[in-house]
């Protein structure tokens, strides 16, 4: 098994936050990494482009364009960019997150929120401006009325299932059965089915279908067309796929395209 290596370029963080409200632009490269840090700020963390890997203690939250993950104050959090990606993170002081939820998640966040982003991204402004901060303050008015879910995909130090997953992360299309995972870690069947029971919570075959749904959440942010992502997905057809991903979001892939298509803001 081609086991994944670890991130070596280590990326600064924001450590000089400027305002009670303040949102930053980045773009890094691949295989690179965020530190465990923490602030007296949550943190929005909304990806243009790619995927990124929040960790925190042994949960990963995961940037699924169009949504976001949202981090409490004074949670230590490190991250991990397995892909090169282009992301914007809305700080918000703990003075102002008496609405916002306590515990980390991903934030099923309106079609406003990616827009106004996206607005400030292609359009810098004077960060004291009056409009800047208007638009910072319809950003947090709008989180603060998103549905929060939890960690959608957990994570695990245990070396072998660690390197079974950094594995699925990398061929999200491997049809490979239980024992054969196993079999590539040195492990039995039982014993993997035990290890992911207790190190994820959940069996190893519903970690791969949520995998799935979060990767392709991202592919279709890009236009890709569903029959395409069904066959990168390592399904036969695109009926298999979109049954999948009803059954997870409860709606098609068409329907969640639709729904959260960023409406164009004005200049």
């Known amino acids: 098994m081609a086991q994944f290596k670890a991130a070596q370029r280590q990326l600064k963080t924001n450590d000089a936050i400027q305002a009670p409200l303040w949102i930053s632009f980045r773009s890094d490269p691949a295989q690179s990494v965020y530190p465990a840090h923490g602030h007296a700020w949550g943190e929005f963390i909304y990806a243009f482009n790619g995927v990124m890997e929040v960790h925190i203690d042994q949960m990963d939250y995961i940037t699924p364009p169009p949504y ?4 409490p104050p004074n949670l230590q959090h490190s991250s991990l960019n397995r892909t090169a990606v282009s992301h914007g993170t809305l700080y918000v002081h703990e003075s102002l997150c008496g609405q916002m939820p306590r515990q980390a998640g991903i934030l099923l966040s309106p079609a406003l929120v990616p827009a106004i982003f996206e607005h400030l991204r292609q ?3 004077q960060e004291n401006s009056a409009a800047h901060q208007r638009l910072l303050q319809v950003l947090l008015d709008q989180l603060q009325q998103a549905p929060q879910v939890s960690s959608y995909l957990p994570h695990s130090e245990h070396p072998a299932l660690m390197q079974i997953l950094d594995y699925l992360h990398q061929h999200p299309a491997d049809s490979s ?3 054969q995972l196993a ?8 014993t993997l089915a035990r290890c992911s029971q207790k190190e994820l919570g959940m069996s190893l075959h519903e970690w791969r279908q949520r995998l799935k ?3 392709s959440m991202s592919m279709l942010n890009e236009g890709r067309k569903v029959e395409s992502i069904a066959l990168d997905l390592g399904y036969a057809n695109a009926s ?9 979001m409860k709606i098609t892939p068409d329907q969640f395209r639709k729904l959260h298509q960023a409406p164009a803001l004005r200049a």
């Open 123 to 125: 359009r810098p402004q």
């Open 68 to 71: 976001g993950i949202w981090l």
């Open 213 to 215: 749904i979060i990767k």
């Open 240 to 248: 298999a796929f979109i049954n999948l991903f009803k059954r997870w």
């Open 177 to 179: 059965t239980l024992a």
């Open 183 to 190: 079999r590539m870690a040195n492990m039995t069947e039982r």
